[in-house]
């Protein structure tokens, strides 16, 4: 780090939802040029962390900044020229189609004085190549499989040309060869174009393949974070996710890989209270 504030940080925040508190006097800060990946066990807080840094929830206590601002202080079109969000859950407005949908992201872009233009079309038409899902620019959203609708969403992301990127569970309908395809553009808009990137994902093998920086959070604290070569550990994935495992180098990228134990080894594993976890019956 060089000592200077990040651009994107929470500071002290309480996260709430219909008065269930979900984390509690959190603090996280985003490295500028990073590709940063939120991991964690089901409902740990990961999503809420990053809705948070996203503006889209209202905090209980403490500050997200941007640029050393009140995120909830800046106006909304500066905020979407700054940071783009691609949600878990998108719900298209029925009877779009895939290029509308795309060009879309270019809203924060207009203004008065400047209407749709050329360079709006080519940055659509590459965001929508770059995810594959240009030969579709003329089909509906809604008559989509969704794999290709999560490829649209993530084009109309692409589209918005923000320096921030944030993604939750991007991956989320796709199959594997698409998960693969989805990441390394992620990493190509890291590397090449130095956007900052934030994913939650589940994944922890491909969260340690692509991130250049790890938070693992588990009830809404931040247990680790840091390189994945650093942070990825047999200890560290107990303590997260309790399961028991060997992490060895991948044969391919040299980053940590996670083998979990086998069936009968975790079986032997002792649970909370020390005694061993037993088999799970078999239904007759």
């Known amino acids: 780090m060089n000592g200077q ?16 508190t979900i984390a509690r006097d959190l603090s996280v800060a985003i490295p500028d040029n990073s590709f940063t990946v939120i991991v964690g066990p089901n409902a740990c807080g990961k999503s809420t962390l990053l809705r948070a840094l996203s503006r889209m929830l209202k905090l209980s206590e403490g500050r997200v900044l941007l640029d050393g601002q009140s995120i909830h202080s800046l106006p909304a079109k500066k905020v979407a ?3 783009g969000l691609l949600p878990q859950s998108s719900v298209a407005p029925d009877g779009i189609t895939v290029a509308d949908l795309v060009g879309r992201g270019r809203y924060p872009h207009q203004g008065l004085l400047r209407q749709w233009s050329a360079e709006d079309q080519r940055v659509v038409e590459e965001a929508m190549a770059a995810t594959g899902v240009a030969e579709l620019a003329d089909r509906y959203v809604d008559e989509l499989s969704g794999g290709q609708r999560q490829r649209v969403w993530i084009a109309m992301a692409l589209a918005q040309q923000t320096p921030l990127l944030l993604l939750d569970e991007p991956t989320t309908f796709l199959d594997i060869q698409h998960q693969i395809d989805i990441l390394d553009l992620c990493a190509e808009l890291h590397e090449t174009q130095g956007r900052t990137l934030v994913a939650v994902l589940h994944d922890l093998n ?17 247990v680790a974070e840091g390189p994945p070569s650093e942070v990825v550990t047999a200890e ?19 980053t940590p890989l996670v083998v979990p134990a086998g069936r009968k080894a975790r079986a032997r594993q ?6 061993p976890v037993p ?4 239904r007759k």
């Not at 504030?5 to 269930?20: C, E, F, I, K, N």
């Not at 560290?236 to 040299?254: A, K, M, N, S």
């Not at 088999?279 to 078999?282: I, N």
């Open 236 to 254: 560290l994935v107990e303590r997260v996710f309790g399961l028991r495992c060997q992490v060895i180098e991948d044969p391919e990228t040299g």
């Open 5 to 20: 504030p990040q651009r994107l940080s929470a500071d002290a925040v309480t996260l709430a939802y219909d008065r269930r």
């Open 270 to 275: 002792p649970g909370p209270t020390g005694a």
């Open 279 to 282: 088999e799970p019956a078999l």
């Open 81 to 83: 020229r700054t940071l």
């Open 206 to 222: 491909q969260a340690a393949r692509y991130a250049t920086h790890l938070i693992a959070v588990r009830d809404g604290e931040v």
